[in-house]
């Protein structure tokens, strides 16, 4: 068995919790000692200072029948849209001469924290959260720094450094060095070069005669995708939950490449309409991606958001491989205000209209041509220009018009669509010359 705790039994931790099973049932699950899985919630849970709904964190022991206003002592209120103090950002907390603070004492005892609390979602009081994904984070990260670094003291250094600097100096090998003096040196020939690219020794690389030859080692890539952030959101869930919900509507995400290493658009398509959107990007980074959708969130609110976003369908691309901060906001820790689902590996059938979408904007900018010298705005002239078309599919209406039928003009305003004439659409390369 595996000394270290996976991704995967992290999940089946947080689920553990959530249902409310002893730290002893979810150990026989996992075929682990229940201290260990006291031991993991206890390192790894995160203190989060949240409320819901209207109500802010606040952990006054007044607060449920607090009525009191402008306990900061200003007249020019920044939430004049609250009420009361107490709905106001726990600012009354700060100010208010008459708080006392509640702690639950939940929190202190088996389990430790309040994932399973049938009270969670409406408790404003500080909270003890247990996260799959932010401890295995802070776990890799504990281990690489526990591995990172030379374990050799400054008199072990000192004595390799008296062994090999002569030798190599008479133009001796790494390798010959330690066939001879194996026995002596007492650690990997791997080793010897590593501290020798560290500069712990008076020797360097340019002293190897053949190594300063060698061509730089091709460097494995490092891993981008996080396989776990599937779990839970495969093209098989995404068939349940539609199973379940089936008048809700589909949003598709796809990346377009311009030129390589260049700038890249992300689209999202609305499978119910036919509109498409699309955003300029540096590159094709994860961090890229959670930025548009933090945009969307902030210009449309989170109302309109929940509303026009409620499930989206991707491909297994690295830039989409944080579901989690799409789903609750660029910290993980917000309410849920989307759901991301995974297409099959090699399977873009799945979300075949979004591919069909792309064709159009493959009429303005063939395949690999760059987009550098695009802004938003030129992105957004073509957008309009494509969603203005006519669809057969649509009756003869065009997206733009589809989209404002189902959800009215002024949430496409929000999202800079406008109509363009239809004697004056453009599909093609000429669209954007300057």
Known sequence: MAKFLSYEHRLEIESGLKEDLTF????????????????????????????????PHNVCKYRKGCKRKKVCGTNECKH????????????????????????????????????????????????????????????????????????STEGEIARLNEILVPLIKQGQSIHQIYLT???????????????????????????????????????????????GCRVGRNYHDYEVYLEQHPDTAVIQMDSVIGSKGGKVLLTLFFVETSLMLAFLRDANTSKSVIDIYEELYNKLGGQDFRKLFPIILTDNGSEFSNPKSIEYGPDGKGFQRTRIYYCNPSAPYQKAEIEVGHEFIRRVFPKGKSFDELMQEDINLMMNHINSYRRKKLNGKSPYEAFCFYYGKDLADKLGCHEVAANSINLTPGLLKK
């Open 80 to 151: 004049p849209m609250v009420t009361t103090c107490r709905q106001c950002e726990s600012l009354c907390n700060r100010y208010c001469e008459q708080f006392e603070e509640e702690v639950c004492t939940s929190r202190f005892k088996a389990p430790y924290v309040c994932n399973g609390c049938s009270e969670v979602k409406k408790c404003t009081l500080t909270k003890t959260i247990y996260d799959a994904l932010e401890a295995h984070c802070q776990a890799s990260e504990k281990i690489a720094e526990s591995r990172s670094g030379i374990l």
């Open 24 to 55: 002893t049932e979810i150990g026989k699950k996992l075929g682990r000692d229940r201290t260990t899985i006291t031991k993991e919630v206890r390192n790894y849970a995160a203190e989060q200072c949240t409320g819901y709904s209207v109500y």
């Open 181 to 227: 003096n194996k026995d002596e040196l007492m650690c990997s020939e791997k080793t010897l070069y590593n501290y020798i690219d560290g500069s712990l020794f008076d020797v360097r690389n340019i002293d190897l005669p053949r190594k300063v030859k060698y061509r730089p080692r091709y460097k494995k890539p490092e891993l981008k995708v996080d396989r």
